[in-house]
Structures are given as C-alpha cells and as structure tokens.
DNA sequence: GCGTGCAATCGTTAATCGACGATAGGCAAT
DNA sequence: ATTGCCTATCGTCGATTAACGATTGCACGC
C-alpha cells in the first residue's frame, strides 16, 4: 500500500501543502469521471457517516469508528479504504493503532466539482 | 409510474414552487442517508454527463441525450429513471417525446448537503 | 383504425458491492 | 522471543448494478 507512515501527535500529517488543486478542471470528461468516483465514495449512509465524524474531529483512531458504527471491523476497514482511495480520508500509523482524517484537498475537490453542476 | 404529464414549450413545468426545502435537516442519520443516496444517484460517469448536459441546457430530449452518449437507449432511460428517483430530475411530456431538465430543489439539496461536511 | 417513431419496461448476463468471519501482519509491551 | 492488541486482507455469499437486445406502450399522422 501507499500509506503514510509519519505519526502525528493526534492524526495526519499537515497536509502537504496544496499541490495543483487550483489548476485542475472543473468540467469535461475527466471531471465529470473524477465527480463520480468521489460522488461514488459517498454513496453510502455509512461513508457519510465516517466522514462527518471525521470532519467534527469526533472520532479519529479506527476502533474508535467501528465502535461508533454497527458494523463489523473488517466491513468498517473497506469502507475506509475506499474513501481513502478516493482521496476524501488520510491516515498516518500511531503505534499499534491507525489515526484517519479528512483529507481536505479531497474534500475541497468534490465541494468544488459538485457546486458547479 | 408518478410521472409529471402537463407538457410545457420546452421542458418541465416552473419547479412546483419549492416546498419544504429549508425545513429539511442538514444532519443527523436522515441526512447522511439523503445524502448518500443523491452522491449514489451521480456515483456513474454517464449519470454526471447527463446533469451536465440538462444543467447547460444542451439537450433536453431522451433521444437527444442517447445520441450524446455511447450507450443503448434502454441504458439511458435506465440512467434517468435512477436521477429521476434521486430527484435530481424531472420530465415531461411533449408529445410522443419526453423533455427532461434539472430538478434545481434536488440539486440545490445536494450542494447544500456536500457544501456542509 | 393503422402504422410509425419514441421512450419505458422486461429479461438476461456479467460485474461489482456490501457484509461477514477468519486469517494474517505489525507494533509495543512483557 | 513471545504475547496481546489493533488493523488490513482474504475468501465467501447474496444482493445490487450496469449493460444490452427485445418487447411493450403511447401519442401522433395518415
């Protein structure tokens, strides 16, 4: 996998500064595949749910979120990976544990992508 | 099926004046699954393409949208009927065609669901 | 009434998704 | 090194999705 390994002291690591957000697309054939896959990622109650945790900083290592939900841990697993393929969720190792966050960027791309609909 | 039937000159009737849109919550488990329903109803490329054509008003007929698109006929009106349940669309009738434009208080309701994660 | 053209529905198939339990891997204490 | 905890991955199963061709159902012109 391509994970990030630096811990942090509570989650993710400061963003890595922005790279091309402004410079891409916001319509025509890649957009609207991109606006997809992310619309995608979010196409079910329990991503929603991960992510609005994760943006009030509720709940950030990942036995914190399987708690939370009635889900099994393995089925919380893939739901993050999946929004982590996305691009809408990091994550960084802390010792034993794995501390999630959204990944603004990603976030910030969907906002813009669906805004202009 | 719970179609609209008033034709109109171009495409659906004037939006039935907005009705509850600012009561409806913004939170909470109903609107994580409202959500997750409309991201699930634009989670396919073509379906985007489709709200992308109707937002701009480039076509608004069924055979204008499948001529615009590398899928079957009966794919297309699959694809619409999935936005229409959505609510991301409506449809009229015009004679043997069938108009189809923009749902705005769906849409409207999307980008305020997304806009607040 | 009768064909004609357009769109929705039906029936099928392959692929993907969602969920779970079981297993494997990694890290930190012991 | 061994153990224990936490998370990712694997394997499986049923349900859902996406796509198509074929068929049905309308609304109009003739």
């Keep these: 996998m391509e994970s990030e390994t630096k811990p942090d002291a509570l989650c993710c690591p400061p963003q890595p500064t922005y790279p ?3 410079t891409l697309a916001l319509e ?3 957009a609207d595949d991109e606006l997809a896959k992310l619309a995608k990622a979010i196409g079910h109650p329990a991503r929603v749910r991960i992510l609005r945790m994760l943006s009030r900083k509720e709940a950030r290592v990942c036995s ?3 708690d939370e ?5 393995s089925t919380v ?3 993050l990976r999946i929004l982590k393929d996305a ?4 994550s960084s190792q802390d010792g034993p544990r ?3 966050c959204i990944d603004f960027d990603g976030l910030r791309r969907l906002k813009a992508l669906v805004a202009i609909i």
């Design 28 to 30: 025509g054939a890649e």
């Design 87 to 90: 691009g809408l969720v990091r």
């Design 77 to 79: 697993s893939e739901h």
């Design 98 to 100: 794995v501390g999630y």
């Design 64 to 66: 914190q979120i399987v």
């Design 20 to 22: 091309t957000l402004s």
């Design 69 to 73: 939900l009635p889900l099994a841990q």
